[in-house]
């Protein structure tokens, strides 16, 4: 472990070495125990910067904040729902167009081989694209 890695470990996860991952800790148990004048003073300033930061307390919201909240949240999904209920109309529509157009085209290429004498290998045609094969 370089000196620059324990640096960024300590500002990353703090000086409870319980917190790093645990393959870190090991090398930075040895870091600390080969190197302890460059471990000890990025501990020292990570430890006091874990103070700060649990004495710091959030005030709980008022109540109206978090009624205000609750009900934004509740007219933003009910609109959600209805764009997503209108998307899979669309999609379903979209899906079963497709299918009548593919549907048509068969038809038609199933017709056109028929209406030139190949009833009996009009399946050729549109399975194997050898339209121009029999026509020979």
Do not use: C
């Amino acid at each position: 472990m370089t000196p620059e890695r324990f640096r960024e470990l300590t500002e990353i996860y703090g000086a409870d070495m319980r917190r790093w991952p645990p393959p870190a800790q090991t090398a930075a148990a040895a870091f600390i125990k080969d190197h302890p004048e460059v471990a000890q003073p990025a501990l020292e300033e990570a430890a006091k910067l874990d103070a700060m930061l649990s004495v710091y307390k959030v005030d709980m919201p008022e109540a109206a904040l978090r009624e205000r909240i609750i009900a934004a949240s509740a007219k933003a999904s009910s609109g959600w729902k209805r764009a997503r209920l209108w998307w899979q109309g669309t999609g379903l529509a979209g899906i079963g167009l497709a299918g009548a157009i593919t549907g048509a085209l068969l038809i038609g290429v199933i017709q056109s081989a028929e209406s030139r004498g190949y009833e009996d290998q009009a399946y050729a045609v549109t399975a194997f694209n050898i339209s121009d094969e029999l026509d020979e």
